[in-house]
């Protein structure tokens, strides 16, 4: 008999759509944390502030703060990445989102050796995967089912 009988989950409960965008977001985000272009930029006018920026001896600021939430966010995407199981599907990850190469369907297929409605399906596989290992797994409503 199965062990894992309880883990799996019927493929209606998950809204593919939903699921697929959400792992795209994150993927996004990584790429605009890895060129540095985000919403977390320093800010251009100073501040003063009577009340002290720390406790204790240390110092923090707020580029620092920005800096490892960064680096963070990174790790944890990179760590998601390499927990996937199929290594097909770690690649297209890899080589379509983190890469700084901008996502290219037909390198994508030459690289692979794959038809281009072959690698649709394993790149909507790849991120729903991906989803799962990152945890941003969208669930359908059970109206909606």
């Known amino acids: 008999m199965n062990q894992l ?3 799996e989950l019927d493929e209606t409960e998950i809204d593919v759509d939903k699921t697929k ?3 795209l977001s994150v993927l996004k985000k990584y ?3 890895k060129q540095g272009a985000t919403s977390y930029d320093l800010k251009v006018t100073a501040s003063y502030s ?3 920026k ?13 800096v490892i939430r960064k680096l963070d966010y990174m790790t944890e995407v990179e760590s998601a990445v390499s927990r996937m199981n199929n290594a097909e599907e770690r ?5 379509g989102y983190l890469s700084n190469k901008k996502h290219d369907r037909n390198r994508m297929c030459e690289m692979l050796c794959i038809e281009n ?10 991120l729903i995967n991906f989803a799962y290992a990152i945890n941003k ?3 359908q409503d059970r109206e909606q089912q």
């Open 117 to 126: 409605a072959q690698y649709y399906r394993k790149r909507i596989s790849a």
């Open 31 to 33: 790429r605009a944390f």
């Open 5 to 7: 009988h309880f883990l």
């Open 21 to 23: 965008n959400a792992a």
């Open 50 to 52: 009577i009340e002290p």
């Open 54 to 66: 720390a406790y204790g001896n240390e110092f923090r600021s707020n580029v620092e703060d920005n």
């Open 137 to 139: 797994e969208v669930y």
């Open 91 to 95: 690649q297209i990850i890899i080589e």
